[in-house]
């Protein structure tokens, strides 16, 4: 597939070095993946993770699926349990986080310097309705991203994704004209999950009434991606200007608010949001407008009197000219 060695490295690599793990849950849209990709290169590794979110015989039944369809393409199999019914969290959270770790287990024990998912571009019109609805920012419209590195280390796995400019329907023939037989998962159907409910009601309607809403929505998100970079690298230039020594406590942070309230709210909500999880606030790198707006306005609007926001674990108490960070006390 030429997407996929366009983002293995494109020209500068040969297949040679794609060595990629496919994560194939044995249904339709990752079985066309390994099955394309299985085609163009031996050092495919088919990997799939078994979660207990199910009975164990559907697990199981879907385990021994994706090994017959390794099996059938000649090349490795690898799989991992991870177990998330009794995290005591929400599950689908779970589920993803466990199975992005497994997965990256696996690319590591194979040697793979990528992992490719089956995300193709009904995921991502999917993907950008919700963030739309919930009332995302630039970054959340962009939606899916192609390629993201699984950590912060220089050997960092890299995750790809080459079938987000196919839809779901491309898939589902290359499955027939190959005659694999794919695995259903009933859950897929639970339209009490946001997804499923767009999946099977929503998108219908769009697609009846623009038949390319998928592959506009994708132009959309690359657009979207494009300026939450921009953003990105504005605000970290802002925030390293802005951040003034640490105080004699670890926990402490002093911000310059003058070099804060100067950068545009968009600007300067990406600031915060990118001191918040240099800061350590668990899960605050993801926090939404509603959250930062109130403080990031704040910094803003020129008054003197001291105030205080709560922002997670966090505390951001705005004085005249700065403003302290500091982790809240329980």
Known sequence: MAQWRKLCGGRDLRDSDRATLVACSAGVDSSALALALGGVNT???????????????????????????????????AEREAPVRDRGENLESAA?????????????????????????????????????????????????????????????VTIVRPMLGMDREQGLRLCRDLGWTWREDASNRDETYFRNALRARVLPEIKAIRSDAAERAAVTAEVCRLAADAIERRARLILNRAT????DSPHMLRLDRKTLAAAPMAVRCEALRMMLRDFGGTGLDRAGWSVLEPAASSIGDGRTEPRTHRVGSIVLAVRAHEVLVSEAVS
């Open 96 to 156: 993803r986080s466990a199975r992005y770790a497994a997965l990256e287990s696996m690319a590591r024990e194979h040697a793979c310097r990528f992992v490719a998912t089956a995300h193709h571009a009904d995921d991502q019109l999917e993907t950008v309705l919700m963030r739309l609805i919930r009332g995302s920012g630039p970054r959340g419209l962009g939606g899916i991203a192609p390629t993201r590195l699984m950590g912060r280390r220089s050997d960092s």
């Open 43 to 77: 050092l495919i590794v088919v990997g799939h993770v078994v979660h207990d979110l199910r009975s164990r015989a559907e697990a199981l039944g879907d385990r021994d699926a994706a090994r017959a369809l390794a099996d059938r393409l000649g090349v490795a199999f």
């Open 244 to 247: 003034k020594e640490l105080d």
